[in-house]
C-alpha cells in the first residue's frame, strides 16, 4: 500500500451488547467503501479483552477521512447499533497514524 492517513477508532463495550455490536459489523452496510479517498477497513477485538473494539481505515489522506467522518454517509452508517450499548468512555479514543510501509 502507497502511503497513507490512518485513523484508528476503538472503544470497550460495558453493557451486554459485545456479540451484538460485532454482528453489527458483520453485518455492516458499507457505507464507508463508496466515500471518496478510502482504501480499506479493518475491525478488530483483542483476544485478551474482547470487549475491546478497534476500527482501522486506510485513507488516501487525512482531507478523505475528515470528510468522510462529518458526512451524512457516516451519520447513517451508525444506525445498526444496538440498542443498549454502553461505552467505557475511558477506553474509547482515535488515533491518526502515517502509513509508512506494509
Not at 458526512?71 to 502515517?98: C, M, N, Q, V, W
Amino acid at each position: 500500500m502507497r502511503s497513507a492517513f490512518v485513523a484508528m477508532s476503538r472503544f470497550a463495550v460495558v453493557s451486554d451488547t459485545v456479540e451484538a455490536v460485532k454482528a453489527a459489523f458483520r453485518d455492516r452496510p458499507g457505507l464507508v467503501e463508496e466515500a471518496d479517498g478510502f482504501l480499506r477497513l479493518d475491525v478488530i477485538s483483542p483476544e485478551e479483552a474482547p470487549e475491546e473494539i478497534w476500527l482501522i481505515t486506510y485513507w488516501r489522506d487525512r482531507e478523505s477521512f475528515l470528510r468522510w467522518h462529518h458526512s451524512p454517509a457516516h451519520k447513517a452508517s451508525h444506525r445498526l447499533i444496538p440498542r443498549g450499548l454502553k461505552l467505557d468512555r475511558r477506553r474509547t479514543g482515535i488515533t491518526y497514524f502515517e502509513h509508512v510501509t506494509d
